[in-house]
């Protein structure tokens, strides 16, 4: 918790860790800005403060033209915050809101509309529409000032009810009308969209170290589905993938920064090309959730670089993040598949699967060529298919099922503990493969693994015992940031033997199966 004097320092100071977190709102301008915005420094009694760019919107102010506030890194409290607030902040930047409403919204979180309106204006000044809405506004400027769409299709891809919505929106928002909004930007660095073909940034605060990304991605990737390929710059890496949505499929290309690129530049170039511009909110909202771009970095290293075990692996590669995933229903198929096995052979049989029982695209791009199996699908997948022992597969299709009916749930809105305690219920899912979902597909910033064997690895290079119950305690002084001290033990193992695919994560010794 920061009070507002703090708040003025930051702003100040032009400090940019703390974009996203909160919101400077002048009364004598009549707009709000990041903390970070370059222009001269408000005096301190023209400022108020507000959580949200919706709660400074709703005061009645427009976002600052020169330091696009509404282009910023979510606060990082939403990435890993597990109260209500938390869980509702994810399913609105999932774009559960223009999809199902705020009664959906509430039923998905197990409270009434008035409940759930009462507690988020209560926090954050803004309710699940008007949160809803900045969202939609933020994706209508992006869309106007990157593309050349015709407006009305853009109001309609942005998650907008009507075209008049879209106008009035934008002129309260940003005090511009749709077309001066886009004449903000010369024609020439506009793109003519193809079958929905979209460039764009991906903000990020602190350091980001993305080398560390790439190849947790590329080690894991599931072929058809995913790749990594070298990128049109030197040195730099792309990764590739596609991308089941709510209103079809996408193919997604994130860039990775180049050995000459400082890690702090604040942004990982995105291309997009969705079969349906409704999708744009929710497939940048899960990009950013695969590869942690919300997180408070500087918090997790100062943390973590005080502690003599990891101090010298955090100065010496600051920015490690701790990648979620863009399908929870994938990433648990998965988890259960490297259960006891190789990442390579894990890798092997997720490719099989998908090319088996996931859907085909219409036109491959490079190597992918598939959408990853729903688990519907896998629910009824023939036995032959399954090629592992039968108690694996038998813990398979039992959470493909679960997961599917909807007993088990694993989407941002759901309660930690009670997707834990679902979890451990079904056959063959113990400790590591829940551990494993709730630091991945539930964002918990504090999960620790004593039994995996990367873990394991990881602090034996460190001259430290690596039993379960020492490194559980040895782990306690990393609390609340023991899911980025996992990825920094994985990281030293695999610089032992990059090829010993049992000295990473999706592979578990010990692990009832």
């Not at 940019?16 to 707009?31: E, H, L, N, Q």
């Not at 038998?394 to 099922?401: D, E, H, M």
């Not at 991945?440 to 001259?463: I, K, N, Q």
């Amino acid at each position: 918790m920061i009070d507002d004097d703090t708040r003025y320092r930051a702003v100040d100071s032009r400090d940019a860790r703390f974009d996203g977190v909160f919101f400077t709102a002048v009364s004598t301008t009549g707009i709000y800005c990041r903390p970070s915005c370059p222009a001269v420094t408000p005096k301190r009694v023209n400022c108020s403060f507000y959580p949200t760019a919706a709660a400074a919107q709703g005061a009645g102010y427009r976002a600052c033209r020169r330091c696009r506030p509404d282009s910023v890194p979510g606060s990082p409290e939403w990435n890993h915050r597990a109260d209500l607030v938390g869980r509702a902040m994810r399913l609105i930047g999932d774009g559960v809101v223009d999809r199902e409403g705020v009664a959906g919204l509430a039923d998905r979180l197990g409270y009434s509309s008035r409940q759930l309106q009462r507690q988020l204006t209560a926090e954050l000044g803004a309710g699940p529409l008007a949160l809803a809405r900045a969202q939609r506004a933020q994706a209508a400027r992006l869309l106007l000032q990157t593309t050349e769409l015709p407006v009305t299709e853009i109001a309609f891809a942005a998650g907008f009810a009507s075209v008049r919505q879209f106008n009035e929106t934008v002129r309260e928002v940003y005090d511009r009308t749709p077309s001066g909004l886009r004449a903000e930007v010369a024609a020439g660095r506009r793109n003519t969209v193809r079958a929905g073909s979209i460039s764009l940034r991906l903000a990020y605060r602190g350091a980001l170290d993305s080398e560390h990304l790439i190849d947790f991605l590329a080690l894991r990737a599931v072929p058809g589905v995913e790749e990594v390929v070298t990128g049109a710059q030197p040195g730099v890496r792309t990764y590739r993938r596609t991308l089941a949505l709510p209103y079809g499929h996408a193919v997604a290309e994130v860039d990775g920064l180049g050995p000459a690129t400082d890690p702090r530049r604040g942004w990982l170039d995105c291309r997009l090309r969705l079969t349906d511009l409704r999708d744009l909110t929710t497939a940048v909202y899960r990009l950013r959730a695969l590869f942690d771009l919300d997180a408070d970095p500087d918090a997790v290293d100062t943390r973590l670089g005080a502690d003599p075990v990891l101090g010298d692996l955090v100065r010496a590669r600051p920015g490690i993040r701790s990648p979620g995933h863009v399908d929870p229903h994938e990433l648990a198929v998965r988890a259960v598949l490297g259960q006891q096995v190789s990442v390579a052979a894990a890798r092997t049989l997720a490719g099989r699967l998908a090319d088996r029982y996931g859907v085909p695209l219409a036109e491959p791009s490079g190597g992918l060529r598939v959408l990853f199996p729903s688990v519907a699908a896998l629910a009824g997948a023939e036995p032959g298919d399954l090629a592992m022992p039968q108690s694996r597969r038998r813990a398979l299709t039992g959470l493909c099922t679960a997961l599917a009916d909807g007993t088990v749930r694993l989407d941002g809105g759901v309660d930690r503990e009670q997707a834990e305690a679902a979890l451990l219920d079904l056959p063959g899912i113990g400790p590591w493969t829940v551990g494993y979902l709730r630091m991945r597909a539930l964002a918990d910033p504090d999960v620790f693994l004593p039994t995996d064997a990367g873990v394991r690895h990881g602090l034996l290079r460190l001259g430290q015992a690596g039993d379960p119950k020492a490194a559980a305690a040895i782990a306690q002084t990393w609390a609340p940031w023991r899911s980025y001290a996992v990825h920094r033990l994985w990281s030293t193992a695999s610089a032992v033997n990059p090829a010993q695919g049992r000295t990473t994560s999706d592979s578990v010794k010990g692990e009832q199966a």
